[in-house]
């Protein structure tokens, strides 16, 4: 499956930004998605991940309340809502997929996922 990853750019403090993770050519209706993200010195982290059918989210306690994933199975696309934002969220931020085949919600991790995107950067300044 082939991810983009669209939305990234320069906010300040307490702004927001929506950004996508649209599938080509595949369905995403058995694929549990995740939002990751990458700050300049430090390893990749999960940030928000979401069932395959929506019904469990997992959002990371640095952003909970802040931050919210959602789905459109039939757009084939994954979004995450970032209100609030702060320049420690600074980062690329990149979306993966990991096919299952139970509804649950795999661990938010990024070695549980196999199918990535490209990265959009995300820059918040104070």
């Known amino acids: 499956v082939q991810l983009q990853a669209s939305g990234g750019g320069l906010v300040q403090a307490g702004g927001s930004l929506r950004l996508s993770c649209t599938a080509s050519g595949y369905t995403l209706n058995n694929y549990a998605i995740g939002w990751f993200r990458q700050a300049p010195g430090k390893e990749r982290e999960g940030v928000s991940c979401?069932?395959?059918?929506?019904?469990?989210?997992y959002h990371a306690d640095s952003v909970k309340g802040r931050f919210t994933i959602s789905r459109d199975n039939a757009k084939r696309t994954v979004f995450l809502q970032m209100n609030g934002l702060r320049p420690e969220d600074t980062a690329v931020y990149y979306c993966?997929?990991?096919?299952?085949?139970?509804?649950?919600?795999?661990?938010?991790?990024?070695?549980?996922?196999?199918?990535w995107g490209q990265g959009t950067l995300v820059t918040v300044s104070s």
């Open positions: 979401i069932s395959r059918g929506g019904g469990q989210t």
């Open positions: 993966a997929a990991r096919r299952v085949i139970v509804t649950h919600l795999p661990i938010c991790d990024p070695d549980e996922f196999s199918y």
